[in-house]
Structures are given as C-alpha cells and as structure tokens.
C-alpha cells in the first residue's frame, strides 16, 4: 500500500526510501516485521506499530505527479478568424451610351493610373464629336446675341468693374482698419501700443524666466560633476589601497592610473606569480628591496589569514579570497568613475550652452519688443496710414461711377442672353466631357480582376465593364466578442496566419472595430485588419485567416501548473517533493492563462512540486509532455511558452 500525503510527513526516511523503490509493501511483510519487532523490544514494537497504523490499506494513494518549476514565457493573447478581402476594389461603368471598340488589357494584367483601359468604337467618338462641334456653334452664336446687347459694354467688362469695386471697398476696410490700430483718443495708448507693450512684457518675463532656469540647471549639474569627482576620487583610493594592501607598496600617481595587468606586467610578473612564490615560502622572508611588493606582507596573506589566498581564480568567495579578481574589480570601478565624471562634466557643458541659446534668444525677443513698441507711435507711419485710407476711398469712388455706367443698359435682356451664354457654355462642357469618357482608363494602378465585355457589345451607366482591385491593399474580416473587445484598439499590432500559407506569419494592425452586433444571444464586433501582403506572394479573395493579438506577455518568469495549487483565496499553497515525500509551501501568485501560473515568491526553479491529473483528460501528458509516476518518482517538466487558450476570446 502507499502513504497518503499527510502520512508522507510523519514516514521515517527508511521506510519512505523503502516505499519509494519497491512501490508498494505487503501486509503479509509489514505484520511479519512487526512479529520480529515484538521479540527484539518493546520499544521497537511500538514504532512499527505506529507505521502499521500511518500504512493502513484504506488510505486513498496519492495519484499526483511531480512536475519541475521552470522558467518560460507567459502570453495573454486573443484570436479572431476571419477571410482575406481586397477592400479596394472597383467596378468600372461607361458615363455614355456607346458600343465597345477596342479592349487593351486582358484579366490579371497590371496597370497603371490612366492607363486606357477600353475604347469605344468610331461610330460613338464620330457622335460625340459631332455634340462637341455643335455645343461650339451655340456658345458662339449666343455669345455673339450678348454683345450685342451690350453694345460694346461686355460682360468681361461689367464683371471686371464689379470686381475692382468689391476689392476696392476691401482695400478702404482695411485701410481704415489699420489707421484705427495707431490712433486712439484723450491720449490713451492705441490698440497697436498696447499691444506691443504687452508682448514687450512677456518678452521681459520670458528672459528672467530663461536666466532662471539656466542658473538652477547649472546649479544642479554642478551638484551632479561634484557629486562624480567624489565618486572617482573614492575609487582611484580604493584602488590604491587594494595595490597597498595586497603587496605593502607605496602606489604613486603613475601606479593609480595604471590598470593592475599592465601594473604588474611593468613589475615583471603577475599577481598568481608573486602569491604562488609566497605559498611555497614556509618561514616568512625579509622584504626584498630589489622588488616593488613587501615579501613580508605577501607571506603574511597566505600563511596567517584564516582563509585561503587563490591564484588562477575569478572571483572571491565566502571561504575563500582571489587577489587578481579583487584588484579588477577597484580598477573596473575606478575606470566606471572616471567615465562617470567624463559624463558629468560633458553634460554640464552642453546643459550650459543650450541655456546660453535659450537665453539669446529671449534677449532677441525682448529687444525686437521694444522696437515694435517705438514704432507703434512713429507720426511717419500713422500719417502714411491716414494717406492709404484717403486714396482708397477715392478709388472706391471712381468704381462705382463706372459701375453705374455699365447698369445704365436694359437689365433684364442682359440678363436673359447672359444665362443663353451660361447653358450654351455648359452644354458644350458637357459634350467635351462625353468625349473624354469614350476611353475609360485605370482610376488607380492595380490588377485588372475581370472584364464583363467584348467588342461589339453595347454600354451605357449602367453596364459593368471592368474591375480592378489594389493588391497592396489588403484587409481580414472577421469578429471579436464583446468579453475581448475592450483589450483592442485601433492600431494594434496582429500576426496573422493564412490556412493557404500555413508556416508563414504575415504583419496587419487593427484598422476598424465596427459597433456589436447580437448572434443568437452572443454580442460579436466586426473586426477589420489591414494585413501586409506577403512579398513574392498574390493573395486572392476569402482565403481563410486567423489573426493573434498580444495582449501581454511575461517573460522569464517562473512558472507551476494550477492543477498544483492548492490552500486558499488568500493563502495559496503548493506540495513541494522531498526525499521523505513532500511538504507543504505557501506560496505567492501572479498572472495566469488558465492553465499555467506565475510563482512570485516561495519557490525556486528546478524544484518539483505535485500536480493533480485526471484520468479523463491527462493534462500533464498534453501540455508537459512527461510520463507517469505518482509521488514516489518525482518527474516530468514543462518548457517553452504556455498561451492562454484562444479561439476568438478568452
């Protein structure tokens, strides 16, 4: 029989690595090792009596399989399926009435914007001609009737009078108006002084704003220079004092500003050399002048320290110590300071330049507001102002004596071989633009999708002809529900897969989300995405889609099955294996996909903790993977990413 979980916490470690192995203990062995128990010592009866009871054949065994906590990628994502449809699409129509002629593209062919795409035939063009020469007669002859009329006051005439009038009544507005900007009464500012004045003002307030800021902005990157060259000092100290302190020597200006490889190298060995020489040494030896390092100081690191001295290493540890790896790590720090003070005082300069602009500027502003508010009481100005004003008016005088002139003739016959011009120029207009419509060209470039007509074949506005289409314009509709709609927006970046193209995956974005529409009972969004064609690639129309949308993802997180947590709403708890069975762990939660969940704190990865599987549905051997085993042999992992489940909604 197997222990129950709450019986694994109290199983001594020889009868669990037992159960473990063998996978299950007979009564017939357990009562016989009793028997043997009892005629040994009582005390030893006792403690096998307790494991009888703890392995009692009525517990439930326990079905759960251990699965190892790993790191991998968390996505909260949506899917819509929908078709590929070229929203750019048109169905060419003739504005006339006509027989085709010529068709000069055939299906599938490319074309240009322009390009002449059908012609109608001779007869038609022979008609519209005709329309044209015939409308070109009649605004002659009615042109001819309105001159008349005039008698030799022409319509281009009256226009023009009427047109110097209305400018001339703009001109004396304006006039006025700008006259009226420099004076005022009782002595008062005009408008245009108070004006300037105020822009004078807060020029003024701009440039003590400027100098402000620029002395708060010096005064904190001075604070940031001063704070790095602290810094910097800091460690060229540090450094020495690690050269000092490892080899009893005296570090000049030259030694601090020499990385500890190069130092050394000038010294004629390496740090591994000079403690390898001094582990060797058994007595500790007198200083050798000849050599920049105290043999006595050396000696003592290696012989008298409670912990060992390393050479050939990289780092220094709890137990241990690594000279070269120690004497990097300053120099490293000191070359970091000092690029940090480079910075600092880079930034300093520029900060304090661009403020100089800033200041410059504000000065120019301040001086150019001054000179406006001068010239704004300038009497050369305001009497050449007054002057304007005079002279447009007398020009508005003499226009509408002109004026007057012109209306003197008969205004209503005027009138009426005015508008016979107007018809008879529309008429003709209308003819020309009948002409140009015997060829149709292309509206924009794109692929010719299917041609509805042959020569010989008659047309008219509303016989479909050609259609044309934008490949590069390509779009895939489908539907969202209302559950997800609210995580979209206009913009949003979609991969998309075709069912045609089933290992390629094309770009698009999110151009439209259309208002709910309610299918039996269920609210969907139309969805509309502007997908990037592939490149070698001619799509066609209502080929099948599938698009994903991200919506967040979690990276290198660390990840359990939920079928493995357990406890409670406000203290989640998981079964982590042990050599003796397992315990019990609280643990902290974060996002999940439904299936999978994020462990912020309580455990580490690689270890292993159990996860409940149904005998229906085996979820650890979809989703992980991993063979069978109970408790007994932990097993099984999950790598890669886990993606909550898709297909239209969450």
Known sequence: MELTPSETHNSSPDVTRLISQSGFVTTTAVKFGVFIAVASTIAVVAYFGAQQFLLSDDDVADDRRAVAVQRGTLLDDITASGSVSFPELESLRFDISGTVG??????????????????????????????VANAEITLQDAGEDLAELLGGATSLERAIAESNLADARVASMNAASALAEYTSEDGADSPATTDAKSDLAEANEALADAISAAEDDAQAENELVEAAQEAYDDAVIDYSDQITGWFGSVVSEIDRATESSALLES?????DAIFEESTATVDSPPDDPSTPWNESVVWVWTHLTPY???????????????PSAEISDYWDAKVTAEEALIEAQ?????????????????????????????DTVNDVEINALA???????ELEKDFEKTLVTLNDL??????????????????????????????????????????????GDPVSRSTPTIDILDPSVVTLDGTIDEIDVLSLKIGDTVAVTLDALPDQILTGVIDEIGDGVNQQGIIEFPLTIALTPPDGIELIEGLSATATIVLNRINNALLIPLQAVGGSFTQATVDVVTENGFTTTNVKLGASDDFLVVVESGLSEGQEVLMTVTESV??????????????????????GEARRPGGGGR
């Open 346 to 374: 880079d930034d300093a300069a520029a900060a304090a330049k661009a403020q100089q602009v800033l200041i410059d500027a504000a000065q120019d502003a301040v001086e150019t507001a001054a000179e406006d508010v001068v």
């Open 410 to 455: 008969d205004s209503l016959e005027i009138k009426l071989a005015t508008a016979a011009v107007n018809e008879a120029n529309a008429l003709l207009q209308n003819a020309k633009s009948e002409l140009a419509s015997a060829n149709m060209s292309a509206p924009f470039t794109g692929i010719i999708s299917s041609i509805s007509v042959e020569p």
């Open 267 to 271: 010294w004629g060995t390496t740090v």
């Open 308 to 322: 060992p001295i390393l050479t050939n290493c990289e780092y220094t540890s709890y137990t241990a110590r690594c």
């Open 618 to 639: 085996d979820p650890f051997q979809q989703l992980f993977g991993g063979g069978g085993g109970g408790i007994r042999i932990p097993g099984g992992a999950f790598t």
């Open 387 to 393: 002057a304007t004003l005079a002279e447009k008016l």
């Open 102 to 131: 010529e068709i000069l593209v055939e299906e599938g062919e490319s074309v240009g914007e322009g390009q002449p795409l059908i012609l109608l035939d001779d007869v038609t063009i022979s008609s519209l001609e005709s329309a």
